[in-house]
């Protein structure tokens, strides 16, 4: 494409009907983008905080309690990211989905496949040297998250089965088969409590602090959330899903392969929650268990939705998430608080999210 | 006939948005009659009458009927006042039969709908009555879309109306239904009905009505008596208009032929026959137009082309390479632009940025993307170049491209498909829905581009932007070229005869003037 | 003896999938009325329980069945207006709103639930098997189908009276052309709207009567999240059954069977098959069933498209 005439870019010439309005537009664009997540989540406190007062309890105190606790020390703080990793992963990994219009509500699933994959190479495979070990287990946790995924992107263009259905199926054949191999298979040997025989210390992943549970793994979430933006605004290929996502008939006028870019979409997605189960294993529990998610994978989808599909945004609302979850621990324990109370602000953020965004559209043609 | 007005819609004003699509329209339709609404694509037909039977409400303006002020708040009032319409997409339900489509809201929606033996005697007597062959028990999915015509039409009638609305009901018929329908319109008036129908093809017009009324630009031009006009004359009054613009023209001597098209035949998305054995060639230094009304394949022809509808039978040739059954892609770096009909649906991305979409095909292309990275310094240099030189008027490549006017949009558009270079340019509706400022622009655009040597095929429903460019225009009907004409203002009443269908009327005016 | 052991075996299995499959029948009836209607709810799995917990709730604090039944109906309605509210006026996704409801369902009850009932302990009364005469004492089929809970008939009932209402009365007929081509209906003077709202409400009371089913007519005690899934397997049951409320009375006992024999087998570990692939069973059955079935020109035309007034 030699034709194309670059020249130095022509001063920004003014025109007569559009520039006050247009820096609206750009300004109401911005204010999107920040401000509608930060009033989602105010709107969904204030509501907790109803819910909190009308049942009796001091809604301030529980938020002292939570956030006070959850920042107490370094270790607290720690603990919270540690939650904070898996929902910043899978969360990231939804906006890949959820840009490309694939309603992928089962990073549960694909979290356990991860998890399942890792525990798997972990435990019998043998003599590799620990580093290489130890990618070679995050790669099979991503690669069998993604295959896990990608079962309902096939299913979707084969047979034009609704991925929402497949995906939420998929997720209890995988907690059942989780259930299955650490009662079966992968049982581990001698002991009564169904879980797997644990992982070599080798192949623990590296401690970023000391005296703490923190591992690299929160480090990975944060690189692979600007790698994901990256790749969403920045390559050919992300720019392709976000086109099938919005306008597949443009998608389809433009030359892009709309069922190639669904199932990478989704598969992306599920290799994400895959690495996430991973990391979990590699990091935190060294081992299977029947239960190793507490729902990561349906907060995860809270943690996209809040970041309106950016996964820049999805470091800040995973943290905002595990600051609640792990707030609710210690106002469980502190306040009598169940911390169940998180699911009921997680429902909330995400309808506060959905009314907002339904206002900005309607601000946006006004402003026009 | 009696003195009393039967039905007047008076200066009737409708607007959508910034578009008007009813300027002042005054229709006087007598009692008993059939009285056709003759005009081009978007010249307020259809707007007209939905105001009549209580869909849309006007902006302004009145309607008298039976000597009576009318005032409808919804189309359920229309038929209280003995007012139906019968659109143009059916307002049937596929999963229901045809009994349980008339029973739709119906009565107390308590009421059961499992004894119907009553419904569908009436039914079928009626369907009896004027010969239309209506089985109450037929599911709606099974049937053609002439019988689920008929099931409109007698479910319009089934309320018991008195004034009958089509809105282009031939458009979707066969011959030999269509020559049933217009069989039945006049059974409906010899039983004392008043029939008023939209359309845009002569010979049925001349064939069935008492009277005409030819609309243009959101008006009526006037009305006529049938029996006193000629073909030739509605013609001239649809196509006939003010002329909009004279662009300077250059003679230029056309190369060598870059599209060749031999034999093209295609069908549309439901497996329809739509293009049928199509022929033609265009040439470097040549635009060529295809007029027609819309629907008559003119789309399916387009998509064919540009490689996303795939041909049935014969060869589509760019550059003497046979690019048949290539892909869009591959079709694209011969190169061919296409400037595709609906903007919104295909050619642009309404949430992505102005230079987003600057880049649609080229999103995988240096200088635009290297190593698979969009290199956005470069996509927004390109896009502002653009904005400059096509007067896109927008601050900010970055803004989305919704709050954009219509003509910056196609502005836009254009520049995108022309910055490629292309061999060929494949237009379909250049100037729909945009602004008279914009179409000047694009349209002289379009002209610099032949000068430059491109050889450009454009397809339009709009006659006046056809004759302003074009160094031929064929006439599509049906699927098939039924001609081909200078782009000579002189002709205008055979070009409105092709495209109305009326090939040997045509003919016979060519010869006389030949 | 052979024989007789299989028919036992077989009785108290179909007994117990008829048991199992009932607050999933109520779920899908309701379902199919919501998405005859052109909406899709996945917050029926949230509706459950909240009907679960808002029935157990309110016979725990005055003793009446038939309160904590009313109750829970009330509350699925209320849920539905809220679903109503985002999806059919706001126009948002239905998808994301169906999430929040299940996130919303989960924590709710489960607050409330830990914070006024956890040191209760003990259950609400037991709804009577009612013993149909002469049939229930059949030989073993007796057991099975003649000696159930009322709610347990009812399912039966339900799922013929939704095939009634839809198919044989204006207004299953007015619901019905809602789903398929919404402008239809506008034009005859109906509002799409209201009809939505309507078929939304019946849908989501429907499932929470069968959350109810859980507290009030089968474990008698609330315990958090304890659909467990059901409102996801009533969902695929909807798009088995091809939107039919009969069939998916059907279908559901087919997963309700399935259910019964994992827990049978759970009880015979000797038989030497996983009981986990019996339990999966449903969920693969589905998966199939949407592959195999395929039946897009089932499907309501406008499902899950919001509605715009021209």
Redesign the interface.
């Known amino acids: ?1 030699d ?8 001063p ?8 006050s ?3 609206r ?2 300004s109401l ?1 911005r204010l999107r983008a920040i401000g509608f997540p930060i009033a989602a989540v105010l709107v969904a406190l204030c509501a907790g905080a109803a ?1 909190l007062a009308i ?1 009796g309890f001091n809604a301030l105190d529980v938020f002292t309690v939570m956030i006070g606790g959850v920042f107490r020390n370094i270790h607290s703080i720690t603990e919270m990211l540690l939650i904070a990793t898996p929902l910043i992963l899978i969360g990231v990994g939804l906006c890949v989905a959820f840009r490309c219009s694939m ?1 992928n ?1 089962g990073a549960e699933g694909q979290y356990y496949a991860g998890a399942v994959a890792a525990t798997f190479f972990g435990v019998h495979l043998n003599g590799l040297p620990a580093p290489l070990h130890i990618v070679l287990i995050l790669a099979a946790g991503s690669i069998a998250g993604a295959a896990w995924a990608a079962i309902a992107g096939l ?1 979707k263009i084969y ?4 991925e ?3 995906t ?3 997720n ?2 995988a907690t ?2 989780t ?2 191999l650490v ?2 298979p992968m049982m581990e040997a001698g002991v009564t409590y169904p879980q797997s025989t644990e992982l070599p210390h080798a192949l623990r992943l590296p401690i970023l602090l000391p005296h703490t549970r923190l591992h690299i793994g929160i480090l990975i979430a944060i690189a692979l959330a600007v790698i994901v933006q ?1 790749f969403l605004f ?4 992300g ?2 899903l ?2 099938v996502g ?2 597949p ?2 998608a ?4 892009i392969s709309v069922r190639r870019s669904v199932v990478l979409a989704i598969s992306i997605s599920g290799a994400l929650a895959g690495l996430a189960g991973a990391i979990q294993i590699a990091g935190v529990d060294f081992r299977l268990y029947q239960n190793i998610s507490p729902g990561y994978g ?1 907060t995860g ?2 943690v996209a ?1 809040l970041a309106y599909n950016r996964p820049i945004g999805a470091i800040f609302s995973g943290i905002l998430f595990a600051v609640l979850s792990a707030g609710s621990v210690l106002m469980q324990m502190n306040s009598q ?2 911390q ?9 953020v ?2 506060s999210v ?2 907002f ?2 206002l900005g559209m309607r601000a ?1 043609r006004s ?2 | 006939m009696n003195t009393e007005i039967f039905l007047k819609m008076e200066n009737i004003h409708k607007r959508f948005g910034s578009v008007v699509a009813s300027a002042g329209a005054t229709l006087e339709v007598a009692e008993n009659e059939i009285h056709a609404l003759l005009g081009e694509n978007g010249a307020g037909k259809s707007v007209l009458m939905n105001i009549l039977c209580g869909v849309l409400a006007p902006n302004e303006g009145s309607i008298v009927f039976k000597g009576a002020p009318l005032k409808l708040g919804s189309p359920r009032e229309a038929i209280q006042h003995r007012i139906g319409m019968v659109h143009q997409h059916f307002m049937l339900v596929h999963n229901l039969t045809v009994a349980e489509n008339y029973m739709l809201g119906q009565g107390s929606p308590l009421r059961l709908i499992r004894d119907r033996s009553e419904l569908c005697d009436r039914i079928r007597a009626l369907s009896d009555r004027y010969g239309l062959d209506v089985q109450p028990d037929a599911l709606l999915e099974d049937l053609s879309v002439g019988q689920q015509q008929r099931v409109e039409i007698l479910k319009v009638l089934f309320q018991g109306i008195d004034v009958l609305i089509l809105d282009e009901p031939t458009a979707v018929l066969t011959h030999q239904e269509t020559d049933r329908l217009l069989l039945l319109l006049r059974d409906l008036v010899a039983d004392g009905k008043t029939v008023i129908f939209i359309s845009h093809k002569l010979d049925e017009v001349m064939r069935v009505s008492d009277r005409v009324s030819i609309m243009r630009d959101g008006r009526v031009v006037r009305t006529v008596k049938t029996a006193e006009t000629s073909p030739r004359e509605l013609a001239r009054l649809m196509v006939g208009r003010d002329v909009l613009m004279e662009l300077p023209r250059e003679p230029v001597e056309c190369g060598q032929v870059v599209l060749s098209v031999t034999g093209l035949s295609c069908n549309n998305e439901l497996e329809r026959p739509a293009v049928r054995d199509v022929s033609f060639e265009v040439r470097q230094k040549e635009i060529v137009g295809i007029a027609g009304v819309s629907g008559n394949g003119q789309s399916e022809l387009a998509l064919a082309l540009a490689g996303l509808l795939p041909a049935k039978s014969g060869s589509i040739k760019l550059n003497n390479k046979e690019v048949t059954g290539m892909c869009s892609t591959a079709v694209r770096r011969l190169p061919l632009a296409h400037i595709p009909e609906d903007r919104h649906k295909m050619g642009i991305v309404l949430s992505l940025s102005l230079a987003e979409n600057v880049i649609l095909h080229r999103y995988t292309d240096p200088p635009f993307a290297t190593r698979g990275l969009l290199r956005f310094g470069a996509i927004a240099a390109h896009t502002r170049e653009l904005m400059r030189q096509f007067q896109v008027k927008a601050s900010h490549e970055d803004v989305a491209i919704r709050n954009l006017s219509g003509g910056n949009q196609q502005k836009l558009v254009v520049a995108r498909e022309l910055a490629r270079n292309p061999d060929l340019l494949l237009i379909n509706q250049l100037t729909r829905g945009i602004d008279i400022g914009a179409i000047e622009f694009v349209m002289q655009e379009v002209l610099r581009q032949k000068v430059a040597g491109r050889a450009i095929l454009l397809i339009s429903t709009e006659l006046e932007e056809l004759l302003a460019v074009c160094d031929r225009i064929f006439v599509m009907f049906g699927g098939r070229l039924v001609g081909e004409l200078p782009p000579d203002r002189g002709r205008l009443e055979e070009l409105g005869l092709l495209m109305a269908g009326n090939t040997a009327e045509a003919a016979r005016l060519a010869a006389a003037t030949g | 003896m052979e024989h007789f052991n299989l028919l036992v075996f077989l009785a108290v299995t179909l007994a117990a999938a008829w048991q199992t499959a009932t607050p999933i029948i109520y779920a899908a009836v309701g379902e199919i009325f919501t998405e005859r209607a052109g909406v899709l709810n996945i917050g029926i799995e949230g509706t459950m329980l909240i009907g679960a917990f808002v029935g157990f709730a309110t016979t725990d604090l005055t003793g009446s069945l038939a309160l904590g039944f009313t109750a829970a109906i009330a509350a699925g309605m209320l849920t539905g207006l809220l679903f109503a509210c985002f999806t059919v006026t706001i126009k948002a996704n239905q998808v994301v709103v169906g999430v929040a409801l299940n996130l919303l369902g989960l924590g709710l009850t489960s607050f409330l639930f830990r914070t006024y009932f956890v040191h209760t302990g003990s259950g609400v009364p037991n709804m009577p098997a009612v013993h149909i005469p002469i049939l229930s004492g059949l030989p073993f089929f007796g057991v099975a189908l003649f000696q159930q809970n009322i709610i347990v008939y009812l399912s039966l009932a339900v799922a013929f009276l939704a095939r009634f209402v839809l198919f044989s009365t204006s207004f299953g007929l007015t619901l019905r052309a809602t789903g398929d081509h919404p402008e239809a209906v506008a034009i005859t003077g109906r509002s799409v709207v209201l009809y939505r709202y309507g078929a939304i409400m019946i849908g989501s009371s429907l499932a929470a009567l069968g959350g109810a089913f859980l507290t009030l007519a089968d474990v008698n005690q609330f315990v958090e999240g304890m659909t467990d899934g059901r409102g996801f397997i009533a969902l695929a049951v909807v798009v088995f059954s091809r939107w039919s409320p009969v069939g998916a009375f059907f279908v559901s006992l087919i997963f309700g069977l399935f259910y019964a024999l994992q827990l049978e087998l759970q009880a015979q570990p000797s038989l030497g098959i996983p009981y986990q692939a019996l339990q999966a069973m449903p969920y693969i059955l589905t998966i199939l069933a949407l592959v195999f079935v395929h039946n897009k020109q089932d499907a309501p035309r406008t499902l899950g498209v919001p509605y715009n007034k021209a």
């Open positions: 494409m034709d194309i005439d670059i020249r130095p870019p022509a920004a010439k003014l025109y007569l009907y559009d520039i309005t247009s820096i537009i750009r664009q819910l049942n309603w509500i299913l047979f034009n089965a609704s929402i259905v497949t939420i199926m998929l209890y054949i059942i088969a259930s299955y009662t079966g990256a920045r390559s050919s290929a720019y392709a976000r086109v919005i306008n008939h443009a389809r006028y433009a030359g349906f989808i809270a939705l608080v169940p169940v109370l998180v699911f009921v602000i997680e429902g909330m995400i309808l959905v009314a965004g339904a946006g402003a026009v």
